[in-house]
């Protein structure tokens, strides 16, 4: 129960109290200057309770005193310089160990403990003292002290409980902010500011380094919007967890181009949005990334079923071993892990060997890599052969920590290198009569094993030049990287074909890959042959493959020329015979109309003639670039014109669906209407039936005109297609002779073959085939 005086206390100063608390409360919300905030404490207490003095004590770091960090009253000087001892006997060291709040009516008669000189050297008599902080975890003490004896209540002991509750507080989130600034001084000094929009609203320098090298305007940017492979990526789901959760997060990612960089962040959100520190890593990745590649080589060696490893002390003693080295002996491994390993199984009993084991583990003990070949027996009799090496393992500072031993079983090596003696023993009787040429074989470091050849007769090297060599070594760099290049092929399992010049003589080299009996490529095979007369052949050949060429070009040339000259004269006589006829007529008996006709029939045809020489002539000189024709809207021009000839002679004519193919729009429009007009001519005595199709090969188009006309003679298919060759007489049928070979021209122009087949009196086909559409250049 309340004492007399409690019980009378006036209720205006106990609500003052509270104002003082919630007051000091607001400020250490508002101000983050502790000092400030333990002064304005000190005063708050001293008037509320009317006491001449107050004060904040802090503990410290030893743990045996208390320095007086803040207070009022004092005389000049002290408050930040003043300690108190801390122990038992002492008022300081008897609060800092109280639950409850310590009150002194008189300190000249307190037993508890002594006052300090602190308080004596004041006069003090009364007051009160409470722990900041925890009885545990005690920060300091928080005391109001007055000169005359006086009698507190409980509420002025809570009061002060109150004041020193909020200073604890303040000082318990000074001390978070300065963990976490530690903490973000360890992450990095890259930061952002987000608000709950996702917007940002601060980056400091090494953020705008680290994530905006392009020096962007990202103040008032989404973050998505910025950069937004980060929201498909752990950035966006990690953010929202903390700004939605309320809870900080940390984690490492990847960003990829433009930043190509690994992160290390930390996200703490805040009453505005988020806070985020991070730091570039990519480095750091890329160390633990060779790390771990290491440590996987090292796995998958210390692991490998055809590998012999073991790992060594300095002084030979095993440490480890694989499975793959216990097989041949007939032990475990607690066997043999612990001894020297020139003592155990795998060395048999001969002196010679272990000792030989022995110096090669010291030599690799003080840095050198020992490569070694031993023959040896296992358990069961059966003879076998190692061959590895003895490696230090090093530490960072290059200083030797271990051994490792690796070997391999190469007994069937062994065998192999024997057989293959016997056929290089072969081959080179082989090769030793290669006529005008060279042959090689090479293993799988590219090095000649063996070279013959009546080659070497006349070239600058010899065989012992070339023996034990490497391409590049013997022929030059350049040669040899590009036989180099062949031989890695070779043995991949490909053959190749090179073309060389070497010594003033032009060589095409074979290369051939060498199986073993499991079908495996274990060594390669060159043949190399002399073909400077073939390549002097070949290129007279080209020459004269140019002359005639040009000879065509000028020879078309001088067609064109010629018949476009000849027309003049045959327009001229036409003219002229016509005028005679008209001017004449009556003085003209019947005879001289009709040789006049003949004359004029003469010419006419030989205009025509001349005109389709013209044509034949033009096909190369004339004809516009092959481009994409729709040969459907050809063909459909080419019956446009032939209308009045189909219902003339009632003819059936049936089209399938063209293709579109590389071509002249123009010279396959000759074509087809020359095809079509030989149908049409060619029917005999029925109504001409005609069918234009076409059927795709490949990558080229076969297109078709077929008619059930008079047919030709199957051996005269050929004979069609030259100039000025008739298979009718022209009282039968009206033409030049040029037609086909005006038809045959255009499509080798388009690179493609016309050829006729045909059942005389039945049916004639004509086909050609043509290029589809991108696969032809003129």
């Given at each position: 129960m309340d004492s007399p005086a409690e019980a009378d206390a006036e209720p205006h100063v106990r609500i003052r109290q509270q104002e003082v608390v919630s007051e000091l409360g607001q400020r250490a919300l508002e101000s983050d200057d502790l000092d400030q905030l333990m002064h304005d404490a000190s005063v708050a207490v001293a008037e509320t309770l009317d006491a001449e003095y107050?004060?904040?004590?802090?503990?410290?770091?030893?743990?045996?005193?208390?320095?007086?960090?803040?207070?009022?009253?004092?005389?000049?000087?002290?408050?930040?310089?003043?300690?108190?001892?801390?122990?038992?006997?002492?008022?300081?060291?008897?609060?800092?160990?109280?639950?409850?709040?310590?009150?002194?009516?008189?300190?000249?008669?307190?037993?508890?403990?002594?006052?300090?000189?602190?308080?004596?050297?004041?006069?003090?008599?009364?007051?009160?003292?409470?722990?900041?902080?925890?009885?545990?975890?005690?920060?300091?003490?928080?005391?109001?002290?007055?000169?005359?004896?006086?009698?507190?209540?409980?509420?002025?002991?809570?009061?002060?409980k109150s004041v020193a509750n909020v200073l604890a507080s303040a000082i318990e989130n000074e001390r978070t902010q300065s963990e976490l600034e530690e903490i973000y001084g360890r992450i990095s000094d890259a930061f952002f500011a987000l608000d709950a929009k996702w917007t940002f609203t601060y980056l400091n320098d090494q953020a705008h380094a680290l994530i905006n090298p392009e020096e962007r305007t990202l103040i008032g940017e989404n973050i998505w919007a910025a950069f937004p492979e980060g929201a498909e990526r752990k950035f966006k789901p990690k953010y929202e967890d903390a700004m939605y959760e309320q809870e900080t997060v940390s984690f490492e990612e990847y960003y990829p181009d433009p930043l190509d960089t690994w992160f290390e962040v930390r996200a703490y959100p805040s009453e505005t949005g988020l806070s985020v520190y991070f730091r570039d890593i990519t480095a750091r990745k890329e160390r633990e990334r060779e790390l771990e590649e290491t440590e996987r080589r090292f796995d998958a060696i210390f692991e490998d079923p055809n590998i012999l490893v073991g790992l060594l002390d300095l002084d030979g003693t095993v440490i480890d071993i694989n499975r793959?080295?216990?097989?041949?002996?007939?032990?475990?491994?607690?066997?043999?892990?612990?001894?020297?390993?020139?003592?155990?199984?795998?060395?048999?009993?001969?002196?010679?060997?272990?000792?030989?084991?022995?110096?090669?583990?010291?030599?690799?003990?003080?840095?050198?890599?020992?490569?070694?070949?031993?023959?040896?027996?296992?358990?069961?009799?059966?003879?076998?052969?190692?061959?590895?090496?003895?490696?230090?393992?090093?530490?960072?500072?290059?200083?030797?920590?271990?051994?490792?031993?690796?070997?391999?079983?190469?007994?069937?090596?062994?065998?192999?290198?024997?057989?293959?003696?016997?056929?290089?023993?072969?081959?080179?009787?082989?090769?030793?009569?290669?006529?005008?040429?060279?042959?090689?074989?090479?293993?799988?470091?590219?090095?000649?094993?063996?070279?013959?050849?009546?080659?070497?007769?006349?070239?600058?090297?010899?065989?012992?030049?070339?023996?034990?060599?490497?391409?590049?070594?013997?022929?030059?760099?350049?040669?040899?990287?590009?036989?180099e290049d062949g031989l890695r092929a070779t043995l991949d399992g490909d053959e190749r074909r090179i073309e060389v010049t070497y010594a003033g003589r032009e060589w095409v080299v074979h290369t051939v890959p060498l199986t073993d009996t499991k079908g495996d490529v274990s060594t390669g095979m060159t043949m190399a042959q002399d073909i400077t007369e073939r390549k002097e052949y070949e290129r007279k050949l080209e020459e004269s493959n140019e002359r005639l060429e040009e000879s065509n070009r000028r020879l078309e040339q001088f067609a064109y020329a010629a018949s476009h000259d000849l027309q003049e004269p045959l327009r001229m006589v036409s003219s002229y015979l016509r005028l005679v006829e008209r001017r004449y007529a009556d003085e003209l008996d019947e005879d001289g109309r009709e040789f006049i006709e003949y004359a004029v029939d003469g010419a006419d045809r030989m205009r025509d003639m001349v005109e389709a020489l013209l044509k034949y002539s033009r096909v190369e000189a004339k004809g516009d670039a092959l481009e994409p024709v729709e040969l459907d809207a050809v063909l459909d021009d080419v019956l446009a014109d032939l209308q009045l000839r189909i219902e003339e002679t009632g003819a059936d004519v049936t089209v399938g669906s063209l293709p579109r193919v590389n071509g002249d729009a123009s010279q396959l429009r000759q074509l087809l209407q020359n095809l079509l007009d030989n149908a049409l001519t060619y029917s005999g005595d029925e109504p001409p039936t005609v069918e234009v199709s076409a059927e795709r090969r490949g990558r080229t188009w076969v297109v078709s005109v077929r008619d059930e006309g008079v047919g030709i003679d199957p051996d005269e298919t050929d004979t069609v297609f030259e100039v000025f060759q008739r298979l009718h007489g022209r009282e039968e049928y009206a033409g030049t002779g040029v037609g086909l070979a005006l038809c045959e021209r255009i499509?080798?122009?388009?690179?493609?073959?016309?050829?006729?087949?045909?059942?005389?009196?039945?049916?004639?086909?004509?086909?050609?085939?043509?290029?589809?559409?991108?696969?032809?250049?003129?």
């Open positions: 107050a004060k904040v004590l802090e503990l410290l770091p030893d743990g045996d005193e208390l320095f007086l960090r803040q207070g009022v009253g004092w005389r000049e000087g002290l408050a930040g310089s003043a300690t108190v001892p801390v122990n038992r006997a002492s008022q300081a060291g008897y609060t800092l160990r109280s639950q409850t709040p310590v009150v002194v009516d008189d300190l000249r008669t307190e037993e508890r403990f002594s006052g300090p000189e602190l308080l004596t050297d004041h006069g003090v008599v009364s007051g009160i003292s409470v722990v900041i902080g925890s009885v545990s975890d005690p920060w300091g003490v928080l005391g109001a002290h007055a000169t005359e004896e006086r009698e507190f209540t409980s509420h002025d002991a809570h009061f002060v793959t080295a216990m097989e041949y002996i007939e032990a475990d491994i607690e066997d043999v892990t612990g001894k020297p390993f020139w003592n155990t199984p795998w060395w048999g009993t001969g002196d010679e060997v272990r000792g030989d084991i022995k110096e090669w583990t010291e030599r690799a003990a003080t840095g050198e890599y020992v490569d070694f070949e031993a023959d040896l027996t296992r358990p069961d009799g059966e003879r076998y052969t190692l061959n590895g090496v003895f490696r230090p393992v090093t530490n960072d500072d290059d200083e030797v920590v271990s051994v490792i031993v690796s070997d391999r079983d190469v007994s069937e090596r062994r065998q192999y290198e024997r057989r293959l003696e016997e056929s290089e023993h072969r081959y080179r009787t082989l090769a030793e009569s290669f006529p005008n040429g060279i042959v090689t074989l090479f293993d799988d470091t590219l090095r000649y094993t063996l070279a013959e050849g009546r080659a070497f007769d006349y070239l600058p090297v010899s065989k012992d030049d070339v023996e034990d060599k490497t391409p590049k070594e013997v022929w030059g760099e350049e040669m040899g990287s590009k036989l499509v080798e122009r388009h690179g493609g073959e016309i050829w006729a087949d045909s059942e005389p009196g039945e049916w004639s086909t004509f086909s050609f085939t043509l290029p589809e559409a991108g696969e032809s250049d003129e």
